[in-house]
């Protein structure tokens, strides 16, 4: 089967692209909007992307509207799509935390990822504990063992009118790293057991691997 993507409607093509592009790491991000509000949600096209600077991306998608707002876009004419609020709260205060999901953390990931009203903490939601992050202003999740404070570098900005999202490029300013990953001063690998988004409900875990030496080109 070959597939265009313009002559497929956008769910059936997105059900494509998530179920092939697979296992995806999860980036569980936390933000504070203008006023402080806390708010943490999980994105899972997410990534490293540099090194130098180094640079995470994730992309929020737009969302649906939620029940107080669907009215007001009815009575205004012009119902559709709307801003998460990770990213709205990105926008305005230029900063956020990626935290690692490991498997024990992956029922309280899940628990975040409603479309909750902005009022409501989802660190409260899913009974998260929180710690002071060092240098920006969200919170870190404490029971992840690392997460990436960062400030924004970039938001690129795909077709937000018709659910197509954006991507926030963040760079890291400080790394909390739970001591009890470290061997010889480096992360042990092989103590992390973090998840990975597959298709639909469905994840993996990092656990099973296994290893292959690269060629040696002279």
Not at 55 to 65: I, N
Not at 181 to 192: A, C, P, Q, T, V
């Amino acid at each position: 089967m070959d597939v265009i993507p313009s002559q497929l409607p956008h769910r059936e093509f997105y059900n494509i692209l998530i179920s092939a592009v697979v296992p995806r790491p999860i980036a569980w991000v936390s933000t504070v909007n203008a006023s402080g509000q806390t708010n943490l949600a999980p994105f899972s096209f997410f990534n490293a992307v540099c090194g130098k600077p180094p640079l995470l991306a994730f992309a929020p998608g737009m969302r649906a509207p939620k029940k107080s707002e669907a009215a007001a876009d009815e009575a205004a004419g012009h119902p559709g799509v709307h801003t998460k609020d990770t990213l709205r709260n990105i926008r305005d205060t230029k900063e956020f935390v990626i935290n690692v999901v490991t498997y024990e953390l992956a029922e309280a990931m899940n628990l975040t990822s409603g479309e909750y009203d902005e009022a409501i903490d989802e660190f409260e939601v899913a009974q998260v504990a929180s710690a002071p992050s060092q240098v920006v202003r969200p919170p870190r999740v404490a029971d992840s063992p690392v997460n990436f404070e960062c400030k924004l570098y970039q938001i690129l900005d795909f077709n937000p009118a018709a659910e197509g999202g954006s991507l926030v490029i963040g760079e890291i300013v400080s790394v909390h790293i739970d001591e009890r990953l470290l061997k010889e001063g480096r992360i042990d690998r092989n103590s992390l057991d973090l998840i990975g988004r597959m298709g639909g409900m469905q994840y993996s875990r990092t656990r099973e691997r296994f290893e292959m030496v690269r060629p040696k080109v002279e």
